[in-house]
């Protein structure tokens, strides 16, 4: 993540120092060993390096080449595995004089994991990947989220990082009549038989009273008729006899589990399942067809919520299966915000949340997942994506662009205005100009130390050097804003005070 200011000012004076090392010749060795490395593979490339290193013409460089090898070896083979960030080795002849040796050899392991593998032999080291360390690398959390699945990742700097894939197994939304039978389905309506395309609201259908454990007639409140892509053909058996009921694939049908009467959706059924007859008996299911053809249905809703079709226990519409859908939806929601918890909560340097996702599904998430107040605080775009996996996360910082940029400014601003503040009505706690500052800092008396970007480099570290000796929070501010450009004409360097000196 961010570096904090001791890990960003050790590195920029490592890689300052490596930097100004230079050979005369082709002769310094870079290797970047990544995290998780088995050191053997590095030891024999540079084997495999230093064997080659012996068909050099130049007797010096060859010897300087070699020996920087060897010195690398020597340190492979004394370790095991690449540390928890990976490791940078440099090593080589960096005296400027021809004929004298200067040999240094440098093992740094980087403050943030180190992604690269690379070997160079060049005139000078290579440190770019460790200055990329040093750029300000904002870090904000990304969610991606619809019904079937979601996808939880990082931002840091300009990189995505994937942190997790989830899939809900969540059905999608289901229209009304989406519970639907074949139009000649055989029902008992008005204490006869007929055709379930037949039936009009308002009439006594057969249906089944779970409380008391018998049939009885329900009114119709509700009949329309549907097309569906895809039918299932449920085959069973009573009496030795066979009989077919056609159905959507999401029309619950009650089962039979050990006892205990659960509902499942046509597209759900085994053969292994038991059915339900009108008299309570169980039904054997011997054969479940699927077909995919566009097929016209019919869907009721009555007053009990089931009735009997073609001798079996139905359920009515869709609206028990929306409401089963909707609250595996929920689960899904309250399942995803306890994963963000656990990835984001203790994130140190959370600038701010960024969710995405097509539809509603994001905005139902923030409203019934249970997301915790201090996350739900740090939303700070909320964005209508195509997609929920590792393309909707790149999409979602493509689109969050103009977010991500003010974000920085109004940080900015505040902390300035805070100063100001601070200046104006608590005069004593705070600090302004060089002289002042240092004397803060050397009474320990700095909470925050504020410093211009417009200031010299030098002049910046060693102000940070000074307030590492007593873990202040240093904070640097551009000239972007007005506040910025005041605080520079102000000195460019301040500071709130912990206590009055």
């Given at each position: 993540m961010a570096l904090d200011e001791q890990q960003k000012y050790n590195l920029e004076e490592f890689v300052e120092r490596i930097k100004s090392y230079k050979a005369r010749h082709t002769e310094l060795i870079t290797v970047y060993v990544p995290a998780g490395t088995d050191i053997n593979i590095i030891t024999r490339q540079l084997e495999s390096e230093k064997s080659t290193a012996a068909n050099i013409k130049s007797t010096g460089t060859r010897k300087n080449v070699e020996t920087a090898l060897e010195s690398l070896i020597r340190y492979c083979k004394?370790?095991?595995?690449?540390?928890?960030?990976?490791?940078?080795?440099?090593?080589?002849?960096?005296?400027?004089?021809?004929?004298q040796d200067n040999f240094i050899t440098e093992v740094f392991e980087p403050p943030e994991?180190?992604?690269?593998?690379?070997?160079?032999?060049?005139?000078?080291?290579?440190?770019?990947?460790?200055?990329?360390?040093?750029?300000?690398?904002?870090?904000?959390?990304?969610l991606v989220i619809e019904r079937k699945e979601a996808t939880i990742g990082l931002l840091v700097g300009k990189k995505i990082k994937?942190?997790?894939?989830?899939?809900?197994?969540?059905?999608?939304?289901?229209?009304?009549g989406g519970q639907c039978l074949m139009p000649n389905s055989s029902v008992n309506v008005?204490?006869?038989?007929?055709?379930?395309?037949?039936?009009?609201?308002?009439?006594?259908?057969?249906?089944?009273?779970?409380?008391?454990?018998?049939?009885?007639?329900?009114?119709?409140?509700?009949?329309?008729?549907?097309?569906?892509?895809?039918?299932?053909?449920?085959?069973?058996?009573?009496?030795?006899?066979?009989?077919?009921?056609?159905?959507?694939?999401?029309?619950?049908?009650?089962?039979?589990?050990?006892?205990?009467?659960?509902?499942?959706?046509?597209?759900?059924l085994a053969i292994s399942d038991n059915l339900i007859d009108y008299d309570g008996n169980l039904i054997k299911i011997i054969n479940i067809i699927k077909?995919?053809?566009?097929?016209?249905?019919?869907?009721?809703?009555?007053?009990?919520?089931?009735?009997?079709?073609?001798?079996?226990?139905?359920?009515?519409?869709s609206q028990r299966y929306h409401r089963i859908t909707e609250g595996l939806a929920k689960e899904f929601y309250r399942k995803i915000a306890?994963?963000?918890?656990?990835?984001?909560?203790?994130?140190?340097?959370?600038?701010?949340?960024?969710?995405?996702?097509?539809?509603?599904?994001?905005?139902?998430?923030?409203?019934?997942?249970?997301?915790?107040?201090?996350?739900?605080?740090?939303?700070?775009?909320?964005k209508d994506i195509g997609y929920a996996d590792e393309?909707?996360?790149?999409?979602?910082?493509?689109?969050?662009?103009?977010?991500?940029?003010?974000?920085?400014?109004?940080?900015?601003?505040?902390l300035l205005e805070k100063f100001f503040n601070m200046l104006g009505k608590e005069r004593a706690k705070t600090a302004y100009g060089k002289k002042d500052v240092l004397k803060a800092l050397e009474y320990g008396a700095v909470d925050t130390l504020l410093l211009s970007r417009r200031l010299k480099k030098e002049e910046i570290r060693e102000l940070e050097?000074?307030?590492?000796?007593?873990?202040?929070?240093?904070?640097?501010?551009?000239?972007?804003?007005?506040?910025?450009?005041?605080?520079w004409n102000l000195g460019g360097i301040g500071a709130m005070l912990r206590f009055k000196i």
């Open positions: 004394q370790t095991r595995q690449a540390p928890k960030n990976g490791v940078c080795l440099f090593a080589g002849n960096v005296s400027q004089i021809e004929g994991e180190l992604g690269m593998r690379l070997y160079r032999c060049d005139q000078t080291f290579v440190v770019d990947p460790l200055i990329e360390m040093l750029e300000v690398k904002e870090v904000y959390g990304l994937i942190l997790k894939h989830i899939d809900s197994f969540v059905p999608g939304k289901v229209r009304a008005n204490n006869k038989y007929c055709e379930l395309k037949d039936v009009k609201v308002g009439d006594e259908i057969l249906g089944f009273n779970f409380k008391l454990k018998k049939s009885e007639n329900s009114k119709i409140t509700k009949k329309w008729g549907v097309e569906k892509e895809t039918v299932f053909k449920i085959i069973f058996t009573k009496n030795n006899k066979k009989y077919l009921i056609i159905s959507s694939e999401d029309h619950l049908f009650y089962i039979n589990d050990n006892k205990k009467i659960i509902e499942k959706p046509a597209s759900e077909e995919n053809k566009k097929t016209n249905l019919i869907d009721i809703e009555t007053k009990n919520h089931n009735f009997i079709a073609n001798g079996l226990i139905v359920h009515n519409s306890d994963i963000v918890k656990t990835e984001f909560f203790n994130l140190k340097g959370l600038k701010g949340i960024l969710v995405g996702g097509p539809g509603p599904t994001k905005e139902d998430f923030l409203k019934e997942g249970n997301l915790v107040t201090a996350l739900a605080d740090k939303v700070i775009a909320v393309h909707g996360l790149e999409l979602l910082v493509e689109t969050s662009q103009d977010i991500l940029a003010g974000q920085e400014i109004v940080k900015e601003q505040k050097k000074k307030a590492a000796e007593t873990s202040v929070k240093i904070e640097l501010v551009s000239d972007e804003i007005d506040e910025g450009v005041q605080f």
